[in-house]
């Protein structure tokens, strides 16, 4: 093995993933208020609603379409009752789906910011650094999976046999960097860009994908109050307090002797 191959399939996927987990704790001790999409659809909202589903759903199906190819061994699978045709048919198939699904949402996002106006006033560098490393591995992979997998001889390659050892390796803290050897170049540039991808994660605003809004459904319902000159009697208090008619200030109150 050399420097260069330890380097890229050792070195720097730790160095990626420990950034990953340490920047987002950090983020979210001391950032909260920054844990945010900064949500732009108040200035825009008719292209948001079909690029964000597209985008975000074929995210989701190329995510679990990577946990079950990488994390789940191939003997796992075949015991289960999905065979190399089955699996090849899945992965290759439904994945390029949602492959060409993410592409369209992410160019039909990535237009809308650069066209309307007040969208890209609100784009920061930080923001135009992270759509370049998000559609670097998106496009990578897509190009891997058209020229490997779809019109490679066979069921294509077969990554379950070098690629997903080799990342399982790195979660044992046991790391075989010589698996990556013989992989295609494609998928070399693919895992390459989705290490430097999670490298600036927690620096972005994709930091909101690990966000839950569990507690939406049983929060309390937000009271909005005027607080117009003549409507109270008193200084405004500052919190919750339950909503009363206004006291008519022309009128009598009774006072006891």
Same mark, same amino acid.
């Given at each position: 093995?050399?420097?260069?191959? /330890?380097?890229?399939?050792?070195?720097?996927?730790?160095?990626?993933?420990?950034? $990953?987990?340490?920047?987002? /704790?950090?983020?979210?001790?001391?950032?909260?208020?920054?844990?945010? !999409?900064?949500?732009?659809?108040?200035?825009?909202?008719?292209?948001?609603?079909?690029?964000?589903?597209? $985008?975000?759903?074929g995210i989701i199906f190329v995510g679990?379409?990577?946990?079950? &190819?990488?994390? /789940?061994?191939?003997?796992?699978?075949?015991?289960?009752? $999905?065979?190399?045709?089955?699996?090849?048919?899945?992965?290759?198939?439904?994945?390029?789906?949602?492959?060409?699904?993410?592409?369209? &949402?992410?160019?039909?996002?990535?237009?809308?910011?650069?066209?309307?106006?007040?969208?890209?006033?609100?784009?920061?560098?930080?923001?135009?650094?992270?759509?370049?490393?998000?559609?670097?591995?998106?496009?990578?992979?897509?190009?891997?999976?058209?020229?490997?997998?779809?019109?490679?001889?066979?069921?294509?390659?077969?990554?379950?046999? !070098?690629?997903?050892?080799?990342?399982?390796?790195?979660?044992?803290?046991?790391?075989?960097?010589?698996?990556?050897?013989?992989?295609?170049?494609?998928?070399?540039?693919?895992?390459?860009?989705?290490?430097?991808?999670?490298?600036?994660?927690?620096?972005?605003?994709?930091?909101?994908?690990?966000?839950?809004?569990?507690?939406?459904?049983?929060?309390?319902?937000?009271?909005?109050?005027?607080?117009?000159?003549?409507?109270?009697?008193?200084?405004?208090?500052?919190?919750?307090?339950?909503?009363?008619r206004p006291r008519d200030r022309n009128?009598?109150?009774?006072?006891?002797?």
């Open positions: 093995m050399s420097a260069t191959e /330890i380097l890229l399939w050792v070195v720097f996927p730790y160095v990626s993933m420990a950034v $990953f987990v340490v920047g987002m /704790i950090w983020r979210y001790r001391y950032d909260k208020y920054g844990w945010t !999409t900064r949500s732009s659809e108040l200035y825009e909202h008719a292209i948001l609603r079909l690029g964000s589903p597209l $985008f975000h759903f679990l379409g990577h946990f079950m &190819g990488l994390l /789940i061994p191939k003997d796992v699978t075949e015991a289960v009752g $999905f065979n190399e045709t089955w699996y090849h048919w899945i992965a290759t198939y439904m994945g390029s789906v949602a492959a060409v699904m993410t592409i369209v &949402g992410l160019a039909i996002l990535i237009y809308r910011r650069r066209r309307t106006g007040p969208v890209f006033l609100a784009t920061t560098r930080v923001d135009k650094a992270m759509y370049v490393l998000l559609a670097l591995p998106i496009l990578l992979g897509t190009w891997a999976t058209v020229q490997l997998q779809l019109l490679g001889d066979g069921h294509g390659y077969d990554y379950r046999e !070098t690629i997903s050892p080799w990342l399982r390796s790195l979660l044992y803290f046991q790391p075989q960097p010589e698996l990556m050897t013989d992989v295609p170049l494609p998928f070399k540039l693919h895992i390459t860009a989705a290490f430097l991808l999670f490298l600036v994660w927690p620096f972005t605003r994709l930091v909101h994908a690990f966000s839950a809004p569990v507690q939406y459904s049983t929060r309390p319902y937000i009271v909005y109050r005027s607080r117009e000159a003549g409507n109270t009697t008193r200084d405004p208090r500052r919190g919750w307090e339950p909503s009363t009128r009598p109150t009774s006072t006891r002797n």
